[in-house]
């Protein structure tokens, strides 16, 4: 075997992106390079003939002539051998309760990365502490045939309460709410009460703002802190949450 059937390999594998750094990458050289053959040299070979096409220092989407993959399994694969999720916009997108495009794709991991334009969309990278990823509520599924590590949308709502920046169409968790069970939304609290008090608040202020049953955890939550659902934005003001709407 040689060169040319790395794309191949991935394709069949069905992964969509080289990482040079990654245990993938390691495990397809080992069975497809004749040992003492140069990485760059390889990949460099495979771009002139359009078979891939860099998308960053180290990361090559693998182009297949049968489709294009969705940038979710873009950003996913960038991240394989790693311990991650997608979430927020594009994870709530993916299950359906967000229907607007989606700019930016956020990836949580263990350490921070410049974001990468693929196609239309960006793939940011951010920083969770441990204690909070080792919590993480996703599951590893399949999108349009890729492998793909997905948010509940019980932990996409409590990272876009908790992080302004990690969500794009914010001001559309009210309707996401809205199709949430009441099992979902006492499990949402109950999370973002761990992750922080200002979180907590947000979902309160947001749970009593569309009129759905409020959790009981948050029934008794008494909030000590002025806050805000969009730093920096001062809306209406509740002083049961002590929050500025928008």
Known sequence: ???ADIPDWYLRHRIPVINMSSATWLEARSQVL????ENTTCLRRLAKAGKVSQLARGLWQVMDPAREPPSLALADAIFRDTVHYVTTDAALGAEGLIDQPVPSITVVVRKKSKPIEVGLATIRAVWMAESNLSSAAFTETSREGYRVSLATPVQAVVDALAEADWMTHRTLLPEV????PPRDLEL???AALVRSKAAAARLGYLIEDARLPMPRVLEAFVPV???ELTPGRRGPYSTRWRVYGW
């Not at 004749?34 to 053959?37: I, K, L, T």
């Not at 709410?177 to 949430?180: F, K, W």
């Open 177 to 180: 709410l809205a199709q949430l």
């Open 188 to 190: 949402a609290a109950d």
């Open 34 to 37: 004749p040992s003492g053959y």
């Open 225 to 227: 802190t002025r806050t």
């Open 1 to 3: 075997m040689s060169c």
